[in-house]
């Protein structure tokens, strides 16, 4: 008996033993808050923590967690007298738990730490993550809005409005040794800030745009490093953005072949509160108020995002913002009226500059005239390096594209000057780049000066929302690889603080309808949670007591056109948010907005179950002549009604999914049925059964029921085979769709069986494609697809809604990484990509919010290798393209089915494997493509 004790003693230790070593081999990284690292500034109650696991072991999940926030690093150390012990928690979720302890105090800092349970045994404590609140009520509520509500020098109030910048400043003392300073600041509509000559951070364009009438965003920094121990002055420029406006109406002077007139809020203004720590407990607030000095006549005498800068160098005011500055002539500032908005401290980075490049080329058009070759149309300004004359202006005038003769070509700006100005106030050599403005540009014209100058006199600053980049995508098709980078620079392009539609003309604005798929395609490629977390507020701020929403948010333009597929992006937002990012506060914020919105377009456009509002129809479908911007063949343009209905219908369908989430049973009910309804109308409307067909028989008409599930049940292969068969015989296998089908033709033809027919649209290099516009000098995407011969009137070179689903095909059908709808945020993956004939392989990867992802297959003779990487605490399954088990080697050996690999399904084409987290490579022989 003594030996079966004894026995039965050594074998638990070693368990104990072995499960120890094992957890000891896996450790809890990039612990945030709020998806950030170490943030500076919340103003939520209910914070939320996210973490990663790192070990080199497999299979392994996450089973509970137990979180510690304290007050104190010491307290937090001592796990003693805790703001928050969770205790053990059941969860196998490692993203976004909410912080459940006692209430969070205004501008306190806390600290935090980790540890999980998982199927290898218990993890050791994370490293320590702190986080600092900003105001929970009254924030900045010491300071006082200034600025100066007139004008005083140059500028005018004509349809394209010219303002100065506003210079501010004021001198203060610190007194004792400093524990920290925190800077809260606001400054409409753009502001750069700095502490004794040292500009406060490296971002531009602060705050985020907002609707400054339901919200203005404040920021917080850390500025001790900025201080003196005795004297300081501190000084802020105001530029206008999207506070005063870019374009006015009921002026003299207005122009009406201009851009709709823009929302204008009023004159730069200037919120502020330093709040100083020192190391015996007392404290020092330094705040905007009547102390201040103004000078509107500062160096930089307009900025205009849509029109450029105009920096005069004579007017420059040396030590400005530095401490014992001569500042006789300025005025005292103005007590003005404070934004209607509500005050919330900004989550979303501001934009910085994320990029630079190069010239590859300077030529000299005529004396005097040089155009700046950047080898890439970019969003941003260029930093210059030139020697000019006295007082003779510098111009830098920027554009897309150029003439047959070497001019730039500017007649689709519009309205859109792009110019900027320097003016030398000396024969000497100068640097100078813009503030406040941005360009999208190729080409840049260089006047003023009398030289060729070098290409390395040139830097191109490509700005836009701090964010990091979380997807690579690489195959052996060139065209593809090229269409993916014009992607990018159009989407990193088109982020400034909310997604526009276009970064050089007169617009520039947040159009609902370019991302309502968009957005899901640009998640797999950037870490756009917080902007598109931001936007997601923009769009319910702009929602009329009415229920109505808007075109275009903020909503700079008033356009409230009442259809479905444009605001339909509101509610695809918060899905994606959901879907990629495992967000369920997206879903439950905007909650009751969504619904309201549904619900108005109910009672006030649908009869007998049929939406009859639309306005702007299947936009940009490719016209059947390379001179026109709209299609005018009948058999080319869909009805408007099937439009509206079978995004209704969707739109219903995806509200059923988020009722659960909130847990309203009774609306999902309600949702579920008046889905039912709309279908069994729609069907009777516009389905033809004999023929298989959707009204005029469209390609989109097709594609879209059949991808919302609206076919009847026993014709969705018919529908199939008749819109694929359109395709191929009417539009010799191009795109055949406009804005509304191309969101679904990809994953469309992919998902009933013609993944060959996807693949030959996205390669095609003639009109229209995608690589037609390669083969026309396109480095982004189009806003048409005869962008090079279109109307210049609607001819941006920038776009990306002409990528619809493209992006998320990339990854998901050609890369095969996709999250599951169920165990959301990557939590589950499916990996069930299609092997084109033609494509030789195929490298992508993910940093999803539990790890990274990686899949890179390689076509060898009649054979697939196929390398997977699954984060810790995921699992994924992958199908392989076989029938036989014995046709799969993994490690270059037979695969054996174990723990971690399991068979989940088996047909004659494949068979799919659940695979629990690490790294697989795989050697399918006689792979079936």
């Not at 364009?205 to 300081?232: G, I, M």
């Not at 307009?302 to 005011?317: I, P």
């Not at 392989?841 to 890179?856: D, R, T």
Request: hydrophobic share 35%.
């Amino acid at each position: 008996m003594k030996k079966v004790f004894l026995f039965i003693a050594v074998f638990f230790t070693i368990i104990q033993t072995t499960s120890a070593f094992n957890c000891k081999n896996i450790k809890i990284s990039s612990l945030k808050t709020e998806t950030l690292e170490n943030p500076l500034g919340l103003d939520m109650l209910h914070p939320r923590f996210s973490w990663q696991l790192t070990t080199k072991q497999t299979d392994v999940l996450q089973n509970a967690l137990q979180i510690w926030v304290a007050d104190s690093p010491d307290k937090l150390k001592a796990g003693k007298d805790l703001m928050w012990n969770s205790d053990k928690l059941e969860s196998g979720s490692s993203v976004l738990i909410v912080y459940n302890g006692k209430t969070l105090q205004s501008q306190k800092t806390y600290y935090c730490k980790v540890k999980v349970w998982t199927n290898k045994g218990e993890t050791a404590w994370s490293d320590v993550a702190h986080f600092t609140m900003a105001f929970q009520d009254n924030p900045l509520s010491k300071a006082q809005w200034i600025g100066m509500d007139s004008m005083l020098n140059s500028g005018k109030l004509t349809t394209k409005t010219k303002l100065s910048a506003r210079y501010l400043r004021k001198e203060f003392s610190v007194d004792k040794k400093i524990e920290n300073a925190t800077l809260y600041i606001s400054g409409l509509g753009l502001y750069e800030c700095y502490i004794n000559g040292k500009k406060i951070s490296n971002d531009i364009f602060a705050p985020t745009a907002s609707d400054y009438t339901k919200r203005v965003y404040y920021n917080v920094f850390d500025v001790k490093s900025l201080l003196n121990s005795n004297e300081n002055a501190i000084g802020v420029i105001l530029g206008n953005g999207r506070f005063f406006s870019m374009r006015r109406d009921n002026v003299p002077g207005g122009d009406p072949l201009d851009s709709p007139v823009q929302v204008h809020y009023g004159f730069p203004k200037l919120l502020m509160q330093l709040e100083i720590k020192y190391n015996d407990g007392t404290s020092k607030t330094i705040v905007s108020d009547k102390s201040w000095k103004i000078n509107t006549n500062g160096p930089i005498v307009t900025n205009n995002e849509f029109d450029g800068e105009v920096y005069d160098a004579n007017l420059e005011m040396k030590g400005w913002d530095e401490l014992g500055f001569n500042e006789n002539n300025w005025r005292n500032v103005e007590l003005v009226e404070a934004p209607a908005g509500k005050l919330n401290a900004q989550l979303n980075p501001n934009l910085v500059t994320m990029r630079e490049l190069k010239p590859i080329a300077i030529k000299e058009i005529e004396k005097g005239k040089y155009v700046v070759d950047m080898g890439q149309n970019m969003v941003g300004w260029l930093a210059v390096s030139l020697k000019g004359e006295k007082n003779k202006p510098v111009k830098l005038h920027y554009a897309e594209t150029t003439q047959k003769d070497g001019n730039i070509y500017t007649a689709n700006l519009r309205g859109s000057i792009t110019t900027d100005i320097y003016t030398p106030s000396s024969n000497e050599k100068f640097t100078y780049e813009p503030r406040f403005v941005y360009h999208g540009f190729r080409y840049v014209e260089i006047t003023g000066i009398d030289y060729l100058p070098s290409v390395n006199d040139f830097i191109g600053k490509v700005n836009y929302d701090q964010m990091s980049d979380i997807g690579t995508f690489e195959t052996s098709d060139t065209t593809l690889n090229q269409i993916y980078s014009n992607a990018v620079w159009g989407i990193m392009g088109n982020y400034r603080s909310m997604p526009t539609d276009c970064p050089q003309r007169d617009e520039r604005m947040g159009w609902l309808g370019d991302r309502a798929t968009g957005c899901f395609g640009e998640s797999f490629m950037f870490n756009n949670h917080l902007l598109y977390s931001k936007w997601a507020y923009d769009i319910q701020d702009s929602q009329l007591p009415s229920g109505s929403l808007p075109d275009v948010a903020p909503a700079y333009w008033q356009f409230y056109s009442d259809n479905i597929t444009w605001p339909s992006a509101y509610i695809h937002v918060n899905n994606m948010l959901y879907e990629q990012f495992g967000d369920p506060k997206s879903v439950i914020k905007h909650y009751d907005t969504m619904k309201k919105w549904l619900n108005y377009m109910q009672t006030n456009y649908m009869k007998d179950y049929i939406i009859t509002k639309d306005q702007y129809g299947d936009w940009c479908m490719p016209p059947e002549t390379l001179d026109i911007i709209w299609s005018k063949d009948p058999l080319r343009i869909t009805d408007d009604e099937i439009l509206s209905t079978t995004f209704f219908y969707r739109l219903l369908n995806i509200m059923a999914k988020n009722a659960d989430i909130v847990g309203n049973k009774s609306d999902k009910k309600e949702f579920l049925a008046l889905a039912e309804k709309v279908k069994t109308a729609y069907n009777a409307k516009f389905f033809q059964p004999e023929k298989a067909q959707y009204g005029n028989n469209t390609v989109t008409a097709n594609i879209i029921s059949l991808m919302q599930g609206l076919v009847p049940a026993g014709y969705e292969q018919k529908v199939f085979e008749n819109l694929a068969s359109r395709i191929e015989n009417d539009f010799n296998s191009h795109v055949s769709v406009g804005l509304i089908g191309i969101q679904f033709l990809m994953r469309g033809l992919t998902e009933y069986g013609r993944g060959d027919l996807a693949y030959k649209i996205a390669t095609n290099r003639t009109y229209p494609s995608w690589g037609y516009m390669i083969d026309n000098g396109a480095t982004t995407i189009w806003e048409l697809w005869n962008g090079n011969t279109a109307d210049p009137a609607m001819n941006s070179g920038n776009h990306v809604m002409l990528l619809g689903d493209l992006l998320s095909w990339y990854y998901e059908n050609l890369g095969g990484i996709k999250t599951d709808k169920t165990e959301v945020g990557f939590k589950k993956i499916i990996m069930n990509p299609i092997f084109p004939i033609g494509l030789n392989f195929v490298n992508a990867s993910h940093e999803s919010p539990y790890g990274l992802i990686k899949s890179e297959w390689n076509k060898e003779n009649d054979n697939l290798l196929w390398s997977v990487s699954i984060p810790a605490n995921s699992s994924a399954h992958v199908t392989l393209p076989t029938s036989s088990i014995s046709n799969i080697l993994y490690n270059g050996k037979p695969l054996k089915v174990k723990d971690n690999m399991k068979i989940v399904d088996q047909n004659s084409k494949s068979i799919t494997l659940n695979l629990g987290s690490g790294n697989y490579s795989f050697k399918v022989l006689n792979a079936v493509y």
